[in-house]
């Protein structure tokens, strides 16, 4: 397997456009999380899917980021409108939730960029 | 909300010398205790984990150490070399409605000189 795919490596935005970042999950994995670092907060959680259907977005920083997952292969994350401090790596990860002791495997991450 | 201190937040080491990164939680649904190791440019993968039937996990030169009364577990790297160079997280997972979430500590750089 390819492992997660995340697109686009690197995103180089202005202040007020709108960013989407894409994520596929490896094969038969069931829950997927979106999560964003920085050096000040670290590793954190905005939101996670079960079986495409999110469960817990309290971690989504505020109305300006939203997130889907249409099917089982693809989750978007978006920005609308960006703003410097949006600027981060942001990480998809994914699972197989069938036990409690479920690995999370991570993409390679993009780092967005807002000026 | 599930809080999660990780200490230190950053560690220099000798070649051959011992890392220990510590990490304190305040609860969890379930006892598993996973380290997650990043390096630049990449995702965290991961490392090392413990299950609830033992206080201590090794493989290889990575030790996990868990003292469930203290609500505190720990990761030893022995014989640190210039390749573990990376950042290391802790994590602990969530229950009930936060089922298969993980709450990451704040990572350790952790810098081997040769």
């Known amino acids: 397997d390819a492992g997660v795919i995340q697109s686009p490596r690197h995103e180089v935005t202005e202040m007020g456009q709108e960013v989407t970042l894409r994520c596929k999950p490896i094969s038969g994995h069931n829950s997927l999380f979106w999560y964003r670092q920085t050096m000040m907060r670290g590793l954190e959680l905005l939101i996670y899917?079960?079986?495409?259907?999110?469960?817990?977005d309290s971690g989504m920083p505020e109305d300006r980021f939203s997130a889907k997952m249409p099917n089982a292969s693809f989750s978007t994350l978006k920005i609308q409108p960006s703003e410097p401090r949006d600027s981060a790596v942001y990480f998809c990860?994914?699972?197989?939730?069938?036990?409690?002791?479920?690995?999370?495997?991570f993409g390679p991450g993009t780092r967005l960029t807002v000026l | 909300q599930q809080q999660v201190k990780q200490s230190p937040q950053s560690l220099i080491v000798q070649k051959g010398g011992i890392s220990i990164i510590n990490c304190a939680y305040e609860?969890?649904?379930?006892?598993?205790f996973p380290w997650y190791q990043q390096f630049p440019g990449k995702g965290p993968a991961l490392l090392i984990a413990?299950?609830?039937?033992?206080s201590e996990k090794k493989e290889g030169r990575f030790t996990i150490s868990f003292n469930k009364s203290a609500k505190q577990f720990s990761l030893h790297i022995m014989d640190s070399q210039p390749g573990d160079s990376a950042t290391y997280f802790c994590a602990v997972p969530g229950g009930g409605t936060s089922y298969g979430k993980l709450t990451f500590g704040q990572g350790t750089i952790l810098t081997v000189h040769p």
């Open positions: 899917f079960n079986n495409n259907v999110p469960i817990d």
């Open positions: 990860a994914s699972s197989f939730a069938g036990e409690a002791y479920n690995e999370q495997f």
């Open positions: 609860n969890t649904a379930f006892d598993y």
């Open positions: 413990i299950r609830p039937d033992v």
